[in-house]
């Protein structure tokens, strides 16, 4: 069945799955009660944090980023004794919150000082198994090559301009031990924006989806890593054409409208304004970043 292959794009079916789903609703709890106890949880920055947005969790519980998570877990090796997992781009996420919490020895690394200071906030505050550092896996990590037993990579390859993917793809493979596995997900299709994760604000270095599958596995396979499962290249070619999330223009609702600090002390006629405007503002021919990607998974393994 579509829905049982390790590496593809996100399916329909994928997020009803979510519903029912233990780790993603871990994922929420967690996130709930972080917030609860003051604890920010962020998911990029603090325009998607949980201390921002209120209960709802719309975006650090984005159901798109919910199922990159709750992926994982099918495959995460058991908890051994002396394992590291190592999380690149995601101080500071519910992920490496949720894998610590479960016990697991996990670093964090990013390259945003912000997040890695709260993420050693969180840690400390929750007596946690994790550590952040601000570096470079390329470059800052050379003593803990062929000690790591799993790396993920969450939504951070379309944030890398193309030149640079071969760099970090090599050294995560030197940072695995053998048989380590390395998750991947990443924006699947036609989407680009200048954001501020890249150093040169420019058209060839904004961030972009990824959209030539066979390209990024030679790329993968030249590194060193084969595939845990099916070969994403062999996909039908139904699926290799599913580039626009599932119920986009749900998901951008939900956004639109719940994510709003409001507390009981906004007057309602503020209230009033602030929907009206989403209302306007998200209704009409207007098309979301989700019309423009899809999001895939890969899980790898060092050959």
Request: hydrophobic share 45%; with cysteine.
């Amino acid at each position: 069945m579509a829905d049982e292959l390790l590496n593809r794009p996100l399916l329909a079916s994928d997020l009803d799955a979510l519903r029912s789903n233990a780790w993603a609703a871990k994922t929420r709890e967690l996130v709930a009660r972080y917030r609860a106890e003051g604890l920010p949880v962020m998911n990029g920055g603090f325009a998607y944090s949980n201390l921002l947005e209120g209960r709802s969790q719309a975006l650090t519980c984005l159901p798109y980023r919910l199922w990159e998570y709750s992926s994982l877990f099918a495959e995460l090796p058991p908890k051994r004794d002396g394992e590291l997992l190592l999380d690149i781009g995601g101080a500071g996420a519910p992920l490496a919150y949720v894998l610590a919490e479960a016990g697991r020895n996990v670093l964090a690394i990013d390259l945003q000082p912000v997040l890695v200071a709260l993420a050693k906030h969180v840690a400390a505050a929750r007596a946690l198994p994790l550590q952040a550092r601000v570096a470079d896996v390329t470059k800052d990590l050379a003593e803990l090559e062929g000690k790591v037993s799993a790396v993920t990579f969450v939504s951070v390859l379309e944030h890398v301009p193309a030149a640079g993917r071969r760099a970090i793809f090599d050294a995560v493979a030197r940072l695995l031990v053998p048989g380590g596995l390395f998750y991947m997900t990443f924006d699947y299709g036609h989407y680009g924006e200048i954001d501020g994760y890249v150093q040169e604000q420019s058209a060839s270095h904004a961030s972009r989806s990824i959209e030539d599958i066979g390209a990024l596995c030679g790329d993968l396979e030249r590194a060193g890593f084969r595939f845990r499962g099916n070969d994403p290249r062999e996909l039908p070619a139904e699926m290799l054409a599913l580039t626009t999330s599932p119920a986009a223009r749900e998901v951008l609702w939900s956004r639109a409208v719940t994510t709003q600090p409001f507390d009981a002390a906004t007057p309602w006629s503020e209230i009033a304004k602030y929907v009206v405007k989403r209302i306007f503002r998200y209704t009409g021919a207007q098309r979301s970043r989700f019309d423009q990607h899809n999001f895939f998974r890969m899980f790898l393994e060092k050959a």
